[in-house]
């Protein structure tokens, strides 16, 4: 029934290599598969053609090595590629449109190329979308336009399932080995029992479930985290007017089995590309349907007020008018480059506005934060940064922010909770 390579494993294509489909494609190879990632950015391409991961996330770049040289795995521009695999994955980016909802133009547009290559492919192929999607996108949106732009038989020539990524940047390669749970949302039962194969050496539980409901607990997934954060910034706000420190507060609160200690730190927020846009794609298709969502509404604002709470605690000791102030992180968390959405981009834009010089420094994120400020200053070092600065901003929870003479006596506002200086302001605590 189906058509696999000559060592029994499947033949893969990832459309779009980021995050997701980069980890995603090296991490089938890992498990035996044979793998090719398409992408429409030539550099991107040709970056992981000549062996060099264009992102950073911990054991990528050792996983690229070995699966290139082993043959397992190639990336390619042409879509030609799907041609010679079972199972393609739609990994590409569905960002925020202006008004919160889903922009679905990259998947239009990589389902409807997937869909010209499939039309001239012999033989069933399954399509799997892994990009979070709101619910029924898989069903009313992805597949229609497949059947419609190939003019196969859907499920009888081409499978659709959706198969949402719980994986977290900064712990990638190792949340996809170890996941808590697979989800699945097949069509069909020949549909799932393929993507099923490719997960069966997975010892965690494997979710069978229409890809209507795949979608939405990806979503809901990501709201219900979002929501502990959110909960935890305001319980903390609280608590630093009450002089308690919120930490504490966590760790008692998280001894109770039915909370739990995960995703109980206050800070100064979320960011990334996933909670944001995943939230506001929810709240947006809740709006359409008439219904009035408070809470996620709430778990927003309170997010977009919080790293401005950094601001307000810094200006509570120096006015900010020709001062440089060093801002250390700028990736929206450790151990990762990826600066969507982080909450740095509210504070500096609020410290320039205000007058203030921005000296900045990340280990990682530097590149990806220059293409959105590029007249502020970047140092190459933590210690750097600091010199001379008025005052520092503690926006990301790298361990080298952690070392207490960095600061010496100068005045720290820290936003993650990594260290505890001389002349100090916890944003929480
Ligand atoms: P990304 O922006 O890092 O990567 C998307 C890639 O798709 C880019 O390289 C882009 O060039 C490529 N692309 C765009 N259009 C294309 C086309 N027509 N053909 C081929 N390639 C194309 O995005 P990401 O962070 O990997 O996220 C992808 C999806 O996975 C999103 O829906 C996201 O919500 C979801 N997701 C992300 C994470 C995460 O931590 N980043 C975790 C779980 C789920």
């Not at 190879?29 to 044979?34: I, T």
């Not at 547009?109 to 069933?124: M, N």
């Not at 393929?194 to 979503?219: G, H, R």
């Not at 927003?300 to 401005?308: A, C, F, G, S, T």
């Amino acid at each position: 029934m189906l058509e696999c390579s000559g060592t029994g494993n499947m033949r893969i294509t990832i459309i779009g290599t980021g995050y997701v489909g980069l980890v995603t494609g090296l991490c089938f190879c890992e498990l035996g598969h044979e793998v090719v990632c398409i992408d429409v950015l030539r550099e991107k391409v040709k970056a992981i053609q000549a062996g060099r991961a264009p992102l950073y996330e911990e054991g990528l770049q050792e996983l690229l090595d070995k699966h290139l040289s082993n043959g397992r795995f190639h990336a390619s521009l042409d879509y030609d590629e799907v041609l010679r695999t079972d199972i393609t994955f739609l990994c590409v980016g569905t960002p925020s449109r202006a008004d919160g909802s889903m922009d679905l133009s990259y998947l239009e547009i990589a389902t409807r190329s997937l869909a010209e290559v499939l039309a001239r492919k012999k033989g069933y192929h399954v399509v799997v979308v892994k990009s979070t999607v709101t619910p029924s996108i898989t069903d009313k949106f992805v597949a229609p336009l497949l059947a419609s732009c190939s003019g196969k038989k859907l499920p009888k020539e081409i499978g659709v399932a959706a198969n949402p990524e719980f994986l977290r940047e900064g712990s990638a390669v190792s949340d996809f080995m170890h996941p808590d749970r697979i989800v699945i949302g097949a069509s069909d039962a020949r549909t799932g029992n393929m993507v099923k194969m490719l997960y069966q050496s997975f010892k965690c539980p494997i979710l069978e479930v229409s890809p209507t409901t795949a979608e939405m607990i990806k979503m809901a997934s990501n709201v219900a985290l979002a929501t502990r954060i959110s909960m935890i910034n305001e319980i903390g706000n609280v608590c630093k007017e009450l002089n308690i420190d919120v930490r504490q507060v966590a760790e008692g609160i998280g001894l109770d089995e039915r909370i739990g200690k995960a995703f109980l730190n206050a800070g100064a927020g979320f960011g990334g590309s996933c909670f944001p846009k995943d939230v506001k794609g929810l709240l947006a298709l809740a709006d359409q349907m008439g219904i009035k969502p408070l809470l996620m509404k709430a778990v927003l604002d309170v997010n977009e007020i919080q790293p401005l709470r950094m601001i307000d605690l810094l200006e509570e000791h120096l006015g900010l008018d020709g001062k440089t102030i060093a801002v250390l992180g700028l990736a929206f968390k450790p151990d990762t480059d990826d600066v969507r959405e982080s909450r740095s981009i509210a504070v500096v834009r609020s410290l320039l506005n205000k007058g203030a010089k921005v000296r900045a420094h990340d280990p990682k994120g530097m590149e990806n934060f220059s293409k959105l400020f590029p007249n502020i200053e970047y140092a190459k070092s933590a210690k750097e940064c600091v010199k001379n600065a008025h005052a520092v901003l503690i926006m990301t929870a790298w361990p080298e922010y952690s070392e207490e003479k960095l600061y010496g006596a100068k005045l720290v506002i820290d936003g993650r909770g990594v260290v505890k200086t001389k002349n100090y302001e916890g944003i929480c605590w």
